[in-house]
């Protein structure tokens, strides 16, 4: 996934009311910048830090930037939760993903029951529904999520596991914006319920593809699927 423009440079100053974030470009000029993350981005905040924003174009916004990646450790972790599911579309779409190629039709947003799925796609043999989550949280070498309470991320689970009781393919595909973690698995202390629901998910059938990606303030690719710990 390419970004669409030149991104711009500049230091965080601060992140606040879990939406907004404050900072320093390179000209000196303070601005305000929309963050997507609605998590705690626990291990991916820290304050002087290099940042990376796209400008917005949208007389509607109030903000006029959005903060796409953070230098954490000397290297880029991604923090827009949009940017995982365009890299999903686009990487399921061209085949690019071990396990997930020769689907000739690939589509967004597509509902099933009382939820919405990120990514659908078939062939002449399978349906495959695929949920997509955005991983920037780390400890030791674990990349873990989520890094807060999710209901939402709940909900998607069990519709999941109806989803492959009725005999479609489902995935639960976790894109990692960092290259400084080594395995996947739960973020149990944080919500302990999720990580139970993973792991009747998995028993139940549902696929799990971590898959890690190489950050840069020109583009973020997919590299390799990490093992995963449950």
């Known amino acids: 996934m390419k970004f669409e423009k030149e991104l711009i440079h500049g230091t965080l100053i601060k992140r606040y009311k879990r939406f907004l974030a404050d900072i320093e ?3 000196g000029e303070v601005v305000v910048a929309h963050c997507t993350n609605s998590g705690s981005m626990k291990s991916c905040l820290e304050n002087g830090a290099e940042v990376y924003l796209t400008p917005v174009d949208d007389p509607k916004r109030k903000t006029k930037f959005t903060w ?3 230098k954490i450790n000397g290297d880029w972790v991604g923090i827009n939760t949009g940017n995982p599911n365009k890299l999903a579309f686009e990487a399921i779409s ?9 689907y000739t039709i690939v589509r967004r947003e597509v509902k099933f029951g009382d939820s919405r799925f990120d990514v659908f796609a078939e062939n002449k043999q399978e349906k495959c529904f695929v949920e997509v989550k955005n991983v920037s949280m780390k400890q030791n070498e674990y990349a873990l999520f989520p890094d807060a309470i999710t209901t ?3 909900k998607h689970l069990k519709t999941l596991i109806e989803v492959k009781k009725q005999g479609m393919r489902a995935v639960m595909l976790y894109i990692i914006q960092r290259s400084d973690v080594e395995i996947f698995a739960p973020a149990k202390e944080i919500d302990p319920e999720y990580a139970a629901l993973l792991k009747e998910a998995f028993a139940a059938g549902v696929e799990i593809f971590p898959m890690q990606a190489k950050v840069t303030p020109h583009k973020i690719t997919l590299v390799k699927k990490l093992p995963f710990e449950l």
């Open 94 to 102: 061209a085949g690019q993903i071990p396990g997930l190629e020769e």
């Open 152 to 154: 939402r991320g709940q």
């Open 68 to 70: 796409e990646m953070i």
């Open 25 to 27: 470009l390179d000209t």
